[in-house]
């Protein structure tokens, strides 16, 4: 079936790195935009970045830019986002979501994986 | 682009018919999803571009509104409706969500 399954969250460090990974099955991953969305402790959903399906659109929140890069690796049907200088206003589950288009123009998250929790603290 | 969502939580019966709103900042066209989030699980998709129902939701939820003011309505409150609603733009390619709605069962 239709899944995305993350993996790489942890405790780190405030300052340092982490790197998340998104497996993707069921569907042609080629085909689709993906993003990365968070969620910190209690808070609501904060989108983060997307990717276009061959890698030449990219945009991140303004709360990310220049820290965070997001990647994919189509012939292993995977997404990621590597994080740099991790502060603890990081803190969040991250989840990777699906972008579909709808009429050619209007784009939704019509699959989210479980998501992956990291943790930024001394 | 902001989104404001009100109320930020409601307690309703079931049966009871229930109405969230969603106010861009800016005209946003009909560039607006809604999802539903369970306590402990990832979002789903309700709505997309404003009033088109995803597939494999129930018809009793319903999207409304267009350019600035938007509203998600349940029209019979069902159990498993419970959960926190929230609103996402895309007409700006900075994407952002609304601050959500808790949505609890009397």
Known sequence: QVQLVESGGGLVKPGGSLRLSCSASGFNFSDYYMSWIRQAPGKGLEWVSYISSRTNIIYYADSVKGRFTISRDNAKNSLYLQMNSLTAEDTAVYYCARVVYYFDKYDAFDIWGQGTMVTVSS | ?106
């Open chain 2, 1 to 106: 682009i902001q989104m404001t969502q009100s109320p930020s939580s409601l307690s309703a019966s079931v049966g009871d018919r229930v109405t969230i709103t969603c106010r861009a900042s800016q005209n946003i066209g009909n560039f607006l999803n809604w999802y539903q989030q369970r306590p402990g699980k990832a979002p789903n998709l309700l709505i997309y571009a404003a009033s088109s129902l995803q597939n494999g939701v129930p018809s009793r939820f319903s999207g409304s509104g267009s350019g600035t003011d938007f509203t998600l309505t349940i029209s019979s409150l069902q159990p498993e409706d419970f959960g926190t609603y929230y609103c996402r733009q895309s007409y700006s390619t900075l994407l952002t969500f609304g601050g959500g709605t808790k949505v609890e069962i009397k």
